[in-house]
């Protein structure tokens, strides 16, 4: 192989776009914990806190 066609091969590789634009950014992105945080938590305790009857 020439030395032209290896630098030819090597733009193409370079510029390789996925039919999909979304399947790069879902293989970058990493799973979270499952649970609900901390945040969440103290939001359901304060609307529990207003449901709760006055008396």
């Known amino acids: ?3 032209t066609r290896q630098r ?3 733009l193409v590789e370079a510029t ?4 999909n634009p979304l399947a790069v950014l879902a ?3 990493q799973a ?3 649970s609900p945080d901390r ?5 359901r305790a304060r609307q ?3 449901k709760e009857p006055l008396e």
Do not use: C
């Open 16 to 19: 390789f776009k996925p039919r």
């Open 48 to 50: 529990a806190l207003r």
């Open 27 to 29: 293989r970058s992105r």
């Open 1 to 3: 192989m020439n030395s």
């Open 39 to 43: 945040r969440a938590e103290r939001r």
């Open 32 to 34: 979270g914990s499952h």
């Open 8 to 10: 030819k091969r090597g």
